[in-house]
């Protein structure tokens, strides 16, 4: 089983949740954290990373030999990643999207492909905990992002950390998963994210619940919003001073707060329990 978290937005508390239900799984679960861009759930699982993978990804590469300086290369690339200048071929990595239109449309077969490595895959040696890492300065990480699924093919059930937002990271991220956590917070941004994030998944067909996370109980606005949408609300973590200053430490709420790693649980086994019925 895959448990997709995700949000909105960033800072809403999804490697709060993702972790929490991989520390409060009764078996062997994984966790897997697909913030590429900025991966912290080791800060709170510190795992013993041993393993450690380059990402490449193929960019074209011209033979000068065999290019007339057509232009059709260039034409081709919807992405404006080659451009063509009298007796120049220029190729702009950072925004080339691999697909391999260029080498098809030319005429002399004068390009071909050369690996780049954009980001590394990191993993302890039981591949329990695994984290990708995009090198800074790259536009897109969506190849680590398929890298690390492939890890999640071994039938061990996955938590997986997604991306914050809704763009196409985060579709990579929870695509094959077999159900959707959204975390979101009782006010009315949290509740324009949260909205965002159940198109998304809506739009995927997919099975969804919702966490609101730093719940005071004062403000019904998600509440409302999850009955009119018929969605159902796993769980509500109130906001504690407590806690943030112990998540400042690198330290989750289930690892000092036994009801709360009780009720994580629970929802754990109530997420499992809904899919083997569906």
Not at 50 to 59: A, E
Not at 134 to 145: D, V
Not at 244 to 269: C, N, R, T
């Amino acid at each position: 089983m895959k448990i997709a978290v995700l949000s909105g937005k960033g800072g809403t508390g999804k490697t709060t949740v993702s972790a929490s239900l991989a520390c409060s799984s009764d078996g062997e679960c994984r966790y897997m954290d697909c913030d590429i861009e900025e991966p912290n759930g080791a800060i709170f699982l510190k795992p013993l990373i041993s393993v450690v993978r380059n990402v490449t990804v193929p960019i074209p590469e011209i033979d000068i030999s065999l290019c007339d300086f057509c232009g059709k290369c260039a034409v081709a690339c919807q992405f404006n990643a080659i451009a063509v200048v009298k007796d120049k071929v220029i190729v702009f990595p950072e925004i080339c999207h691999h697909c391999g239109a260029c080498m098809l449309a030319c005429p002399n077969r004068a390009i071909f492909e050369k690996q780049r490595c954009i980001g590394i895959i990191e993993a302890d040696n039981t591949f329990l905990f695994v984290q990708g890492k995009l090198n800074i300065g790259e536009p897109a990480g969506l190849a680590i992002l398929k890298e690390m699924k492939k890890i999640a093919e071994d039938g061990t059930d996955t938590i997986i950390d997604c991306p914050p937002g809704s763009s196409c990271t985060v579709v990579e991220a929870i695509g094959g998963c077999d159900y959707c956590v959204l975390v979101t917070q009782p006010d009315p941004f949290g509740l324009h994210d949260l909205k965002i994030a159940v198109s998304l998944v809506r739009k995927m067909g997919m099975d969804l619940g919702v966490v609101i996370n730093k719940a005071e109980g004062k403000d019904g606005i998600i509440h409302k919003y999850c009955k009119k949408e018929n969605i159902d609300i796993l769980l509500e973590i109130p906001f504690s001073r407590n806690n943030a200053e112990k998540y400042s430490e690198g330290i989750l709420p289930v690892q000092f707060d036994p009801l709360l790693k009780k009720q994580f649980s629970e929802m754990y086994k109530k997420i499992f329990a809904r899919r083997s019925k569906s």
